[in-house]
Structure formats: structure tokens, C-alpha cells
């Protein structure tokens, strides 16, 4: 059994609690209806949530990454689309912990804090996906400020997120060396947003494209120095995998509990149902994959925590991200199986669960990019 220190325990139990509660109930409709819930973020506000990651002195909860993770999971247990978009901003969030100035900390810890500020990550473009070191989007120094041009697609929180991080490139022709990370305020000018994606998964979570028209960017809004964006990226990549990591063992998790909830209900040939060999062996597998993603998971984001980096780590993050969003893909199938013909109907979660499941096989890097890196660290002399 995984040993959580007590506060680590406290917010997981606070989050759960708040998630059963207050989220679902919000989630489960603004999926329904294909939108995010601007109350959702009211929620995750006042209970201290946005600012999690943020030093106490400061308002935050001085959260680990195991604590982040725990949050994402149990978010995600109950709607893969708060899961997504919380751990967007989770991660939006991070680059500032871990890249900003001490002036741009004071600041957007203040926004964090005070006003209840929003995150957003923005890297894809239409041809650079896997392929993040050939983005387009161009940013040019012209005074004190950037001016920066480019679409950028598939952003989670587009809609609603307050301030973005972003990646643009400053010295073409030199691929990630020359890409750097930019803090972006939503109101800037020259910045536009698409229209709302319809999405066959995560439905209740805010996916839109961002335009950058000339979109002035204060100089002072660089993280770190002119082409530093690319190493960010990859740094804090270890991260927020684990956080999509979270987000699909909360999925696979969920579903398990739905799948042994109805077992136990559900009646046929005069017994229920639990008492079916070919049921029990699916609730047994089931049991034993979320197991191993939670083991994956907190071994690793404990060791993360505590600032070890390089490629092997890395290849745990991918492995934790790669091993657990093929779980949540496995069980929340089985999940529907177990369920029969009311696994397919809108009126249970589980077909939800199946959908969003997908989603964490392709974010934060596809499963074959995490499957590269792992066969890469594992071939190194
Ligand atoms: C719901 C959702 C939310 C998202 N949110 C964000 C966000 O907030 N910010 C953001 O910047 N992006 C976001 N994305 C984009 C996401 O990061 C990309 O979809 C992902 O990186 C894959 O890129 P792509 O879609 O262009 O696929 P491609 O890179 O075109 O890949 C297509 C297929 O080719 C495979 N492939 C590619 N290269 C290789 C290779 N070398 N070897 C083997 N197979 C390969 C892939 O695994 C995949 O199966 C989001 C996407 C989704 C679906």
C-alpha cells in the first residue's frame, strides 16, 4: 500500500469530498450540454484549489506533486473534462513555480490568489503536434514588447482561462533552440480565440483555437531567456504527464467503482451477476490495472518530487502516463461491458468514462511518442 504523508491525505479526502459533492453534479450537465461551467471554477476557487501549488505566505496550499496528483485523480473520478481542465491549469500554473521571475511570480501569484486566475498551456499548431520543435508561430522583439503571430490549435481552457503560457519562435531555422516561453494576459491585443471545438470525449471542458495576430506581448512577459521555451517544455513535461497520468487512473478508477457497484445490483439467471465467473475475472483485472497505475503514479511523482530530473526519469513519467491512459482505456471498456446494454446509455457514467479515457491515450505527448522515450532510456548504453 502506497504511505501519504497527512497532508497529502487531508487534500485528497478534502478534494473527494468536494468533487462527490459539489463538482459532479455541475460536471455531469455542462458535459451533457458540451460546455464548461464557469461555476466550476467558482468551486474550484473558493475551496483553495487554483491556488494549490502557491506558497502558503502567499494564500496557496504548498502542494507536492504527489498532492497535485491526488487532487487531478480524484477530480477525475468523478468528470474527465474538470480532470483535463484542471490539470491544464495545474500546468500553466507550474511553469510559473518553476521558470518566472521573482517579479513575475509576485504578480501572477497575486492573480492566482486574489482574482481567481486561470490557466491555459499553448503549444499545438495545425502541422507541429508530436513534432512540438517545428512549430511556426513567430514572435519579434520590437521595443519593450514581443509581437507574436501564429495559430495555435486544440487549447484546453481557451475559452475561459485568464492567462496562458505559450511558446513561440524567436530565431528560426534552429528548431527548439529557437523557441521560447511567453506569459500571456487574455486581453491583449491581437489575441483571438476560434470557436468552441465539439468533441467526441471531455465535452464539458473549453478547446478552442488561439490566434496571435500581432498580438503584443510585454517583454517582460519572456519566462527564463530567449530560447530557453523548448527545455521548459520538456522539463516540465515530467510533470504534467503525471498529472494526465492522474487524470486517467481517476477515470479508470471511477469506473471500476461503477462496474463492481452495478455487479452486486444487477440480477440474471436468478443471481446476481458478481457471482459470474467471466464477470468476476473482469472486476479481478480491473482491480489489479488500477492498482498498478496507482503504484506507478505516486512511486514516481513522490520521486519527481523531490527534483531529481533527467532522461530516466522521464522515461518514468512516460511510462506512468503511457501505462495508466492504456488502463483507463482497457477498464473503462470492461467497465461498459459489465454494465451490458445499460453500459451504452447516457444514464449511467461509464460510457462517459470510455470516451474521456481516450483523450489521456493522446495528450501531453501520444502513447507512441511515451512508448519512444521508455524504448529510448531502456536502449541507452
Ligand atoms: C482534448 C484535447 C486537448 C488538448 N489540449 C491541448 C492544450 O491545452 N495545449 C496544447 O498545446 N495542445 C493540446 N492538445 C493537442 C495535443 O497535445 C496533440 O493532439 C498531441 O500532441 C498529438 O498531436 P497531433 O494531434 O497533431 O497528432 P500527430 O502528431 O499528427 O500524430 C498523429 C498520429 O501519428 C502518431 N505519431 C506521430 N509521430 C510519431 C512517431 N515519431 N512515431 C510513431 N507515431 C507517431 C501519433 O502517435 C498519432 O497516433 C489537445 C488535444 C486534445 C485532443
Request: charge should be neutral; include cysteine; charged fraction near 25%.
Amino acid at each position: 500500500m502506497i504511505k501519504f504523508s497527512d497532508e497529502q491525505v487531508m487534500v485528497r479526502d478534502m478534494v473527494a469530498r468536494l468533487a462527490k459533492e459539489r463538482i459532479r453534479p455541475v460536471a455531469i450537465e455542462a458535459e451533457r450540454k458540451n460546455h464548461f461551467d464557469p461555476n466550476l471554477l467558482k468551486i474550484l476557487h473558493e475551496n483553495g484549489l487554483l491556488s494549490l501549488l502557491l506558497p502558503i505566505e502567499l494564500g496557496g496550499g504548498n502542494a507536492d506533486l504527489t498532492t497535485c496528483c491526488l487532487t487531478v485523480e480524484e477530480l477525475s473520478s468523478v468528470d474527465g473534462s474538470v480532470g483535463i481542465s484542471y490539470a491544464t491549469h495545474m500546468t500553466g500554473v507550474f511553469f510559473i513555480v518553476d521558470w518566472a521571475t521573482k517579479e513575475q511570480k509576485e504578480k501572477y501569484y497575486r492573480k492566482i490568489s486574489q482574482d481567481g486566475a486561470y490557466f491555459g498551456v499553448v503549444l499545438t499548431e495545425p502541422n507541429a503536434g508530436s513534432d512540438a520543435a517545428s512549430i511556426k508561430t513567430r514572435a519579434v522583439r520590437s521595443g519593450d514588447q514581443y509581437l507574436i503571430s501564429g495559430n495555435k490549435v486544440m487549447i484546453t481552457n481557451a475559452g475561459i482561462a485568464h492567462v496562458f503560457v505559450a511558446f513561440a519562435v524567436t530565431e528560426p531555422g534552429i528548431r527548439d533552440k529557437g523557441i521560447s516561453a511567453f506569459i500571456v494576459d487574455r486581453g491583449v491585443p491581437g489575441l483571438k480565440f476560434g470557436k468552441e471545438e465539439e468533441k467526441m470525449a471531455v465535452a464539458g471542458s473549453s478547446t478552442r483555437e488561439v490566434i496571435f495576430d500581432n498580438a503584443e506581448i510585454p517583454a517582460e512577459n519572456l519566462l527564463d531567456r530567449e530560447g530557453k521555451g523548448f527545455k521548459i517544455i520538456m522539463s516540465e513535461f515530467m510533470k504534467s504527464r503525471m498529472l494526465v497520468a492522474s487524470m486517467a487512473l481517476g477515470i479508470g478508477r471511477g469506473a471500476f467503482e461503477e462496474a463492481v457497484r452495478y455487479a452486486k445490483e444487477r440480477t440474471q439467471f436468478g443471481k446476481s451477476i458478481s457471482e459470474f465467473k467471466g464477470i468476476q475475472f473482469m472486476i479481478a483485472d480491473m482491480a489489479m490495472n488500477v492498482e498498478l497505475a496507482r503504484r506507478m503514479i505516486y512511486t514516481t511523482s513522490e520521486y519527481i518530487g523531490h527534483e531529481r530530473v533527467g532522461k530516466e526519469v522521464a522515461a518514468y513519467a512516460a511510462m506512468s502516463k503511457c501505462f495508466a491512459s492504456d488502463m483507463a482505456m482497457k477498464v473503462t471498456t470492461d467497465a461498459v461491458q459489465v454494465l451490458g446494454g445499460y453500459g451504452i446509455m447516457k444514464e449511467y457514467p461509464v460510457e462517459r468514462m470510455m470516451r474521456d479515457a481516450k483523450v489521456t491515450q493522446i495528450i501531453e505527448g501520444t502513447n507512441q511518442i511515451q512508448r519512444i522515450i521508455i524504448a529510448r532510456n531502456a536502449l541507452r548504453e
